[in-house]
């Protein structure tokens, strides 16, 4: 399986990343532009160079538009991208990075996402960036990406609004969940659109995976700094057999609070980025029924897991451990049924292979339709086989 590491110790941009993916020179450049310029159908030119920083050869790529740039809205913004001739996979996925930067904008100047006015970040970079960078992965075959830690920066950056602390508040806003470090280099060295891109593609922050190397791409941000400031993508395979995971699991021993707490408090932790939450009987001191809670979840969640423990039940303390998770790989899949299309996991286990529907969408179908749920996965199975 392919897959993309981000080592981000110069922080991101959308161009820094846009930048490193060409870097890898496995894509033809002057065919990606024009195909970029196909879908967006809008006016602009990229100018794509060589540079040097601090000892280190990498891409750096310019966006421009005629003059005077059009300042456009979130609204219009979202419109361009729902005009365009994107597949609809990564439309999709554009729209929803695209509206991510919009809300995030839209918390901090406190307006509604649909009129964030597209100002420092630039409407056409934005999409060019956006659209580039999942065009580029899906050409590079990249399955999954990885990214490590990512560096803000310090200091004040100039907006349109005047002088903005660094990281800047929209920034911030989009690296929620995502392990971060203010670095010792002064201004902005991650971006709203890199933000956004990092934490809506990569599956998990850390050191880099076993991986097989086969490419190392670099791309430049704008300044020179102390360090060479540019972004690294190492592009390599991945062991199919068995994926391994860097987890931690929280528990906690409950015996004053109602069971009844726990559907809601399971809710609240899936929706946090819990990866698991069960429950399990046990007796305490004295005899006492109770259960222990049990949490997993990415190392990047575990503080607002805690959280949410600590609000919704009646626990004083948890306890909390690092984990290594290993998972067989799987595939996202469409299963073709009696009622439609619906998704699914393909994975490879002792040399056989087994499509496994989603359970909420055989949920649906059965409550749609009225046939017990036992009945709709048996006929499922039956059309796989």
Excluded at 188 to 203: I, Y
Excluded at 206 to 219: A, F, N, R, T
Aim: charged residues 25%; aromatic residues 8%.
């Amino acid at each position: 399986m392919r897959v993309l590491y981000l080592d981000c110790f110069s922080g991101v941009s959308g161009d820094m990343f846009l930048s490193a993916l060409l870097d890898l020179e496995v894509i033809e450049i002057d065919t990606f532009v024009t195909q970029l310029k196909k879908f967006l159908s809008l006016p602009f030119d990229v100018t794509i160079r060589q540079v040097n920083k601090k000892g280190i050869s990498a891409t750096q790529t310019s966006i421009t538009e005629p003059y005077p740039p059009h300042v456009r809205n979130g609204k219009e913004m979202l419109d361009l991208l729902k005009k365009s001739s994107l597949p609809e996979s990564l439309q999709n996925t554009a729209q929803k990075i695209l509206w991510a930067i919009m809300e995030a904008e839209g918390k901090v100047h406190g307006c509604h996402p649909e009129e964030v006015r597209f100002h420092e970040i630039g409407s056409v970079d934005t999409l060019v960036d956006i659209v580039g960078v999942l065009y580029a992965l899906e050409l590079l075959g990249v399955k999954k990406v990885y990214s490590s830690p990512v560096p803000t920066g310090r200091g004040f950056v100039h907006t349109d609004h005047g002088l903005f602390p660094v990281p800047a508040p929209a920034t911030l806003e989009l690296l929620r969940g995502v392990p971060t470090y203010t670095g010792l280099e002064e201004g902005e060295l991650t971006t709203p659109t890199g933000a956004a891109l990092v934490a809506h593609l990569a599956k998990s922050f850390g050191l880099c995976p076993p991986i097989v190397v086969q490419k190392i791409g670099y791309g430049a941000g704008s300044r020179d700094l102390s360090i060479p400031n540019v972004l690294r993508v190492v592009l390599g395979e991945q062991e199919e057999r068995v994926n391994q995971e860097q987890n931690v699991l929280l528990e906690t021993n409950i015996d004053d609070m109602s069971p009844q707490v726990v559907e809601y408090l399971t809710e609240r932790l899936f929706e946090a980025g819990a990866l698991d939450v069960f429950v399990t009987p046990i007796y305490m001191k004295k005899q006492r029924p109770a259960f222990t809670l049990s949490v997993l979840a990415p190392l990047s969640r575990a503080s607002s897991l805690r959280t949410i423990i600590f609000e919704e039940t009646t626990t004083l303390g948890i306890r909390e451990y690092e984990v290594v998770k290993w998972t067989l790989p799987r595939e996202e899949v469409a299963i073709s049924t009696p009622w439609g299309t619906i998704q699914g996991k393909k994975v490879h286990k002792g040399g056989k292979t087994f499509i496994l529907p989603e359970y909420e969408e055989c949920k649906k179908i059965a409550r749609k339709t009225g046939i017990p749920l036992q009945e709709v996965l048996e006929r499922i199975k039956k059309v796989k086989s």
